[in-house]
C-alpha cells in the first residue's frame, strides 16, 4: 500500500489519548489509545501521543515515518502558523506555548503535522464522514471531561478569530459555580465531568451518600469516568441523578443560546459523556433546549455523533488529507 496516501489522526482528550491511521477513503487500518498523563509537563503527553502512534502504524503494518502526515485535534489555544499548543487547561502543567508540531514532526520524521481545535476537528468529522453529511449548517455539543463547541456555517468551519466554539463557557447561572476555567455560571461548571466530579467529591465530604466512588475502584480508575456516571445512574444513585440532571438543564440552556445565535441545521452531540449516554440523553437535551429556544416552532436536528470514540482522532486525520 502506498505510504503517501496514509495518514495519522491524533484525539488528544482530557481523559485519554485516541491515534488512528486512516487511508484515503477513511478506513481505520490500525488505532489505539492510551490514558492521558494527569501529572508532569507537555513532553510526558507527547511521549503518550507517541506510544498511541507507533501502536496503531504498527496495527497498519508501517512505520509511523511513513505516514504521510499528522493531524492532532488538542484542547486549548491553538497557533497553526508555530505549530504550538497552549492554556490546555484538561492537560498537566500545559500553560505556555509548547512547539507540539515540531515535537511530533521530529519524533516521526513527518512532513506535515498540523494542530486543530480537538471539538472542531470531531465536528468536521461529523459534517464529513458521520452524523451530520446532509446539512450545510452544524453546531457539535462534545460534553466530556469539559465541554466543547464546533461550528459549520454553509458548509466550512466557522474558527471566529480563533477560539469560536467555546459553548462550555457560555453562562447559564448568573454568579453560579465556579467553572475550571475560573470563571462563574459557565455551563461547563454543570456538565463537565471533572466539575461534576468535584462536586461530587465536595458532597461526599459534606456527608451525602453515593456508589461513584464505590465503582471508581471496582473498575481500578482514578477518575469517575463516563461509564463510571452511566453504572452509577443504572444502580439508581441519587447523587449521580442529581448531578446529571443539573447537567442535562446546564446543556439545555447552552445549546439553546448558541443556536438563537447560529440557527444551525442540526446540533450533534458527542464526547465521552454524550456517546455513553446517547440518543435517550440528545433528546433529553433537547427537551431542556426548548424552553429557550427562540425558534421554537423550527428546531434544529439533534443527532448523537455517529463515529463514537473515533470522531476526533478522524478529525484530526482530515486536517492533512
Known sequence: MADAVLRGGVDLGGTKIQAVVADPDHHVLGQARRPTPTTGGPP????????????AAEQAGIKPAELSGIGVGAPGAIDEAKG???????????????????????????HIVRLGNDVQVATDAEFTLG????????????????????????????????????????????HGLKCPCGRH?????????????????KAVDDGEKTILFEIMEEKGRDRLTSGIWWRAIERGDELAERLIDDAVDALGIAVASACNVLDPEAV???????????????????????????HDAHPPEMRVAELGDLGGALGAALLVA
Open 44 to 55: 510526558d503527553v507527547v511521549d503518550a501521543i507517541a506510544e498511541a502512534l507507533d501502536e
Open 84 to 110: 504550538t499548543l497552549a492554556n490546555a487547561g484538561n492537560l498537566p502543567s500545559w500553560k505556555d506555548p509548547y512547539p507540539l508540531a515540531g515535537e511530533l514532526a521530529q519524533r516521526f520524521g513527518a
Open 131 to 174: 452524523a451530520a453529511r446532509e446539512f450545510s449548517s452544524l453546531l457539535g455539543v462534545f460534553w466530556g471531561t469539559g465541554v466543547g463547541g464546533g461550528i459549520v456555517l454553509d458548509g466550512k468551519p466557522w474558527l471566529g478569530r480563533g477560539a469560536a466554539g467555546e459553548i462550555g463557557h457560555i453562562a447559564v447561572h448568573h
Open 185 to 201: 455560571g459557565c455551563m461547563e461548571a454543570y456538565a463537565g465531568r471533572r466539575a461534576m466530579e468535584h462536586r461530587a467529591r
Open 268 to 294: 450533534i452531540i458527542g464526547g465521552g459523556l454524550g456517546v455513553r449516554f446517547g440518543d435517550p440523553y440528545a433528546k433529553r437535551i433537547d427537551q431542556a433546549m426548548m424552553p429557550h429556544l427562540f
